[in-house]
C-alpha cells in the first residue's frame, strides 16, 4: 500500500514551492519521497522529480504543432497522459516498494472540476498501483482579504471537491502574507471554518462592481452553505511547525496512520475518531503569528 498527495490548485497558489518544501520534510522525518511532476507548464523545477510529464509530453511542442493556447495545450497534455497511463505507470512501479509519492499537477483549474482526463488518471493509478492518495488543493491565503475573492476560492474549493471525489483537505497556503493585500474583516477562524457568509454581504456591498451580482452572490453562498463541505486549514511552507500540523492531518486522511499497527477493529476505530489535537495550532496560534491585533496597535499609539 502507497501512500502520498494530490497537489492542485489555482496559478499562483504555491503548489511546486509546496511539493519542494513538503518533500524536505518528510525527508527529514525519515520518509522517502518521490516527487512527480505533472505540469507541462512548469520548466523550472525547484525539486529533483522522479517522473516528469515532459519525457512523455511538451507544452510548448503542443501548442506549436495543434496550434493551441496555454490552456487548450494543457487539456491536450492531460488527455495525451490519460491515453499513455502506461507510460506513467510504468515509471512508477520501481517506487512503490518505499516511497512516499506526492504529485504536482497544473494550475488551470478546470481540470479538476470540469474536464476528467486528470481525475481518470488518477483514478487508474489508485485502482492499478492500491494508492491511498489525498487530495491537497491550495488556495492563496490573502484571497480572504477581498470578499468576493474568497467566496469564488469557495465554490472552486466546492466544485474541486465534488469532482475529484478524494479524501480532501482544502489549505490557505502562505498564510504568513495573509494582511499582505489588506485587513481582514473578520478574525481568521470565520474564514477557517466558512462560518455564516451573510455577514460577507455588507463588505460586498461597498464593492460598487459586486452589487448589480447581489443576488447572485446570496444565491451562491447559499449553495456553499447548503453542501457544508468546504473548511481550510493553513500552512507557512517555510515553518516547520506549520508543515509538522498539517502532516499530522494528511497522515489521518489517507490513513497513513494506520501503517504498522496491529490492533483489533475497536482500535482502529479509537484513533481513527481520536482528535489531531492541534486545534489551536491551526487557527489562535496562526492568527496571533501573522495577523496584527489591532488593541496593541491602540495601546501602542
Keep these: 500500500m502507497v501512500f502520498g498527495q494530490v497537489v492542485v490548485g489555482p496559478p499562483g497558489s504555491g503548489k511546486t514551492t509546496y511539493c519542494n518544501g513538503m518533500s524536505q520534510f518528510l525527508s527529514l522525518i525519515g520518509r522517502k519521497v518521490a516527487v512527480i511532476n505533472l505540469d507541462p507548464a512548469n520548466d523550472s523545477l525547484p525539486y529533483e522529480c522522479a517522473v516528469n510529464i515532459e519525457?512523455?509530453?511538451?507544452?510548448?511542442?503542443?501548442?506549436?504543432?495543434?496550434?493551441?493556447?496555454?490552456?487548450?495545450?494543457?487539456?491536450?497534455?492531460?488527455?495525451?497522459?490519460?491515453?499513455?497511463?502506461?507510460?506513467?505507470?510504468?515509471?512508477?512501479?520501481?517506487?512503490?516498494?518505499?516511497?512516499?509519492?506526492?504529485?504536482?499537477?497544473?494550475?488551470?483549474?478546470e481540470l479538476f472540476f470540469l474536464h476528467s482526463s486528470a481525475k481518470n488518471v488518477i483514478m487508474k493509478l489508485i485502482n492499478k498501483l492500491n494508492l491511498r492518495l489525498t487530495a491537497?488543493?491550495?488556495i492563496d491565503a490573502h484571497l480572504c482579504s477581498d470578499p468576493g475573492k474568497y467566496i469564488s476560492a469557495l465554490l472552486l474549493?466546492?466544485?474541486?471537491?465534488?469532482?475529484?471525489?478524494?479524501?480532501?483537505?482544502?489549505?490557505?497556503?502562505k498564510i504568513d502574507l495573509i494582511e499582505s493585500y489588506g485587513k481582514l474583516a473578520f478574525n481568521l477562524d470565520f474564514y477557517?471554518?466558512?462560518?455564516?457568509?451573510?455577514?460577507?454581504?455588507?463588505?460586498l456591498d461597498q464593492d460598487p462592481r459586486s452589487a448589480k451580482y447581489r443576488k447572485l452572490t446570496k444565491e451562491l453562498c447559499e449553495v456553499?452553505?447548503?453542501?457544508?463541505?468546504?473548511?481550510?486549514?493553513?500552512l507557512d511552507i517555510q515553518d516547520k511547525e506549520s508543515v509538522g500540523n498539517l502532516v499530522k492531518l494528511i497522515d489521518k486522511c489517507n490513513g497513513y496512520i494506520f501503517t504498522?499497527?496491529?490492533?483489533?477493529?475497536?482500535e482502529f476505530s479509537k484513533l481513527?475518531?481520536?482528535?489531531?489535537?492541534?486545534?489551536?495550532?491551526?487557527?489562535?496560534?496562526?492568527?496571533?503569528?501573522?495577523?496584527?491585533?489591532?488593541e496593541n496597535i491602540d495601546d501602542n499609539e
Excluded at 159 to 171: A, F, K
Excluded at 260 to 266: K, L, M, P, Q, T
Excluded at 277 to 294: C, G, I, L, S
Design 260 to 266: 504498522g499497527i496491529e490492533a483489533s477493529a475497536v
Design 55 to 109: 519525457d512523455l509530453v511538451k507544452l510548448s511542442d503542443v501548442m506549436v504543432e495543434h496550434s493551441l493556447g496555454p490552456n487548450g495545450g494543457l487539456v491536450y497534455c492531460m488527455d495525451y497522459l490519460e491515453k499513455n497511463i502506461d507510460w506513467l505507470e510504468a515509471k512508477l512501479e520501481p517506487l512503490l516498494k518505499d516511497h512516499y509519492l506526492l504529485f504536482d499537477f497544473p494550475g488551470q483549474v
Design 192 to 203: 477557517t471554518d466558512v462560518q455564516d457568509l451573510s455577514y460577507l454581504q455588507h463588505h
Design 157 to 173: 474549493s466546492l466544485s474541486t471537491m465534488l469532482h475529484l471525489e478524494l479524501p480532501h483537505i482544502n489549505v490557505l497556503s
Design 136 to 138: 491537497m488543493h491550495l
Design 224 to 234: 456553499i452553505e447548503n453542501f457544508s463541505l468546504v473548511s481550510f486549514t493553513t
Design 272 to 294: 481513527a475518531v481520536g482528535p489531531v489535537d492541534w486545534d489551536y495550532y491551526r487557527v489562535a496560534a496562526v492568527q496571533e503569528k501573522y495577523m496584527k491585533d489591532d
